[in-house]
């Protein structure tokens, strides 16, 4: 009998101040055998949860120069993009806007997990060393933005770092950037599905891209 867990209980939780007009909502897995690895999922979640938040702040005072910490509206949502194989990949969002303000910021952050073990992966987990994996899903990012024909504020320079923005849904590796990074506003966060099997031959097979393989 296989007794390896496969997924996992999500309930939707609240924070919640009125008097500063928070709400946001995060995802918490409930009922693991494992309570540690649970907590260790948990943890990792809130801690995101509060740097999201945190992040927002110092985005308002250090970069857009407010004198202190202005009143603020805050609503945080999530996304489960992965929940199977043993995999829980999920996105949590933060929009904070200043009063007053024209529009707020928004960010979306992402966790892919091993719901065996609660490790957390990093992109560069994801795949073989020496693979030159951040070149190949540039050139597939390229290709994607000719072909789609999005239009650039900025120039799309590869990716540069080895954490780089992503998420796993269902056979597809999903990069995607932040806010301006080199799109309109207007288009929102760009995201590039990437197929499992465009990069199977750079893929680690101890890491939670190569479970989503094989059916």
């Not at 120069?65 to 995999?87: F, L």
């Not at 979306?108 to 987990?125: A, C, P, R, V, W």
């Not at 020496?130 to 900025?154: A, P, W």
């Amino acid at each position: 009998m296989n007794d390896i867990q496969e997924s996992v209980q999500i309930m939707p939780k609240r924070l919640i101040n009125p008097s500063y007009n928070i709400n946001i909502e995060y995802p918490m897995v409930i009922c693991m055998t494992n309570q540690a690895v649970q907590k260790k999922i948990n943890d990792a979640i809130l801690f995101l949860v509060n740097k999201l938040y945190v992040d927002q702040v110092n985005q308002l005072v250090f970069v857009q120069g407010y004198p202190q910490i202005p009143k603020m509206d805050v609503s945080g949502w999530y996304e489960i993009k992965t929940n199977e194989r043993g995999v829980l990949s999920l996105s949590l969002g933060n929009y904070t806007m200043a009063q007053p303000s024209a529009h707020g910021f928004t960010f979306i952050k992402s966790l892919t997990f091993d719901i065996q073990t609660g490790t957390i992966y990093q992109l560069y987990d994801l795949f073989k060393p020496e693979s030159n994996y951040m070149e190949i899903l540039s050139n597939i990012v390229s290709e994607q933005i000719k072909e789609r024909d999005i239009y650039l504020v900025n120039e799309f320079t590869g990716i540069k770092t080895s954490d780089q923005d992503y998420y796993i849904a269902d056979k597809a590796l999903v990069i995607y950037f932040q806010l301006l990074d080199f799109t309109a506003y207007v288009r929102g966060f760009p995201c590039f599905p990437i197929s499992v099997y465009e990069i199977q031959d750079i893929i680690r097979d101890d890491s939670p891209l190569y479970k989503m393989l094989y059916d």
